[in-house]
């Protein structure tokens, strides 16, 4: 359960999506070397993310784009149908690049899109700047990356 301390909302559990088990082991580790209080729970389909999602509820969700069985597209738009997860903060988590992957990503739903660094030293400095960012409103996070018009990724 999310719980709130004055304005910063204390992240404890933390869902991750992404077929990749590469990338989910090094989130594991990274995860675990920043805050090993943090429960992850990792999922590597889409559709595992929506059964899930039907029992749990994480403070925080990172979602992969290209996915087997239900892509992270199509689970942005799934879970953002739910009324109960309107202000689940979801964080897009690829390998992609591409202006118009990331700006489709944000206007399906996305609050925050990541891109997978190349080493285990940014991927840890990364997940701790977005842990330590004020997750009470992600619509404000949102609106930061929205630069002359255009949705940017994370830095």
């Known amino acids: 359960m999310t719980t709130v301390n004055g304005s910063r909302r204390l992240i404890k559990t933390i869902f991750i999506a992404d077929d990749d088990n590469d990338d989910t082991f090094l989130f594991t580790d990274a995860l675990s070397s920043i805050d090993p209080s943090i429960k992850l729970e990792v999922v590597k389909n889409g559709l595992a993310l929506i059964s899930l999602l039907s029992n749990l509820s994480p403070d925080l969700l990172f979602l992969d784009l290209d996915m087997p069985g239900k892509n992270g ?22 390998s992609t690049t591409s202006p118009a992957n990331i700006e489709t990503a944000y206007e399906m739903g996305g609050d925050l899109f990541f891109i997978k660094p190349a080493n285990y030293n940014d991927l840890v400095n990364s997940i701790k700047a977005v842990l330590d960012l004020d997750w009470t409103d992600p619509k404000k996070i949102k609106e930061q990356y929205l630069v002359n018009g255009r949705y940017v990724a994370f830095m």
């Open 73 to 94: 597209l199509e689970c942005l738009v799934d879970i953002r149908r739910n009324p109960l997860y309107a202000l689940l903060p979801i964080v897009v988590f690829s």
